[in-house]
């Protein structure tokens, strides 16, 4: 089990750029990866960027080359960068934790509100 701490949202106008961070609390050792989804108002929960241990960052292409996904030092902690932000960027963005025990199993955040909006 592992319990998941976003922070880091909030208001910023088109162009800007925002750090969401991610703390991860309980058995992090089973951590298999690491990421963030968002979910636009009317919409679904989308993918927005993923870590899998020994991996390199995957990105959805909507935010490939504005995004940035790191894990801290001590790999209990995922942070996304988010630069030249579009008011299509606005959502709730939640963390994503994926362990491998048994099989795979994900827990997602209480989620953290971005809006991109002059």
């Known amino acids: 089990q592992v319990q998941l701490a976003e922070s880091g949202g909030g208001l910023v106008q088109p162009g800007g750029s925002l750090r969401l961070s991610c703390a991860v609390s309980?058995?992090?050792?089973?951590?298999?990866?690491m990421g963030w989804y968002r979910q636009a108002p009317g919409n679904k929960l989308d993918l927005v960027a993923l870590?899998?241990?020994?991996?390199?960052?995957n990105y959805a292409e909507s935010v490939q080359g504005r995004f940035t996904i790191t894990r801290g030092n001590a790999k209990n902690t995922v942070y996304l960068q988010m630069n030249s932000l579009k008011p299509g960027d606005t959502g709730v963005y939640y963390c994503y934790a994926r362990q491998l025990l048994d099989g795979l199993k994900s827990t997602w955040g209480q989620g953290t509100r971005v809006t991109v909006s002059s």
């Open positions: 870590i899998i241990n020994g991996g390199n960052p």
């Open positions: 309980g058995s992090i050792f089973s951590l298999n990866a």
